[in-house]
């Protein structure tokens, strides 16, 4: 999956940034037609009491 999907960079006030690999932004899917499905997903982490995009998205 790294080598079809980009890093993503979120950045923040005070040149903070977050750099996430595909694999921590991506949920794999069931195949459609044989063909790997990615969902685009940020997820509320337990106890944090934070969500970014709230849940599954795309």
Excluded at 5 to 20: E, H, I, M, R, T
Excluded at 39 to 54: A, P
Aim: proline share 5%.
């Amino acid at each position: 999956v790294t080598d079809i999907f980009p890093k993503v960079s979120l950045n923040f006030a005070g040149g903070v940034s977050l750099d996430l690999r595909p694999q921590d932004y991506l949920i794999q899917q069931n195949p459609i037609n044989g063909a790997a499905v990615w969902c685009i997903g940020f997820l509320k982490i337990k106890g944090q009491g934070t969500t970014i995009l709230g849940g599954i998205s795309i």
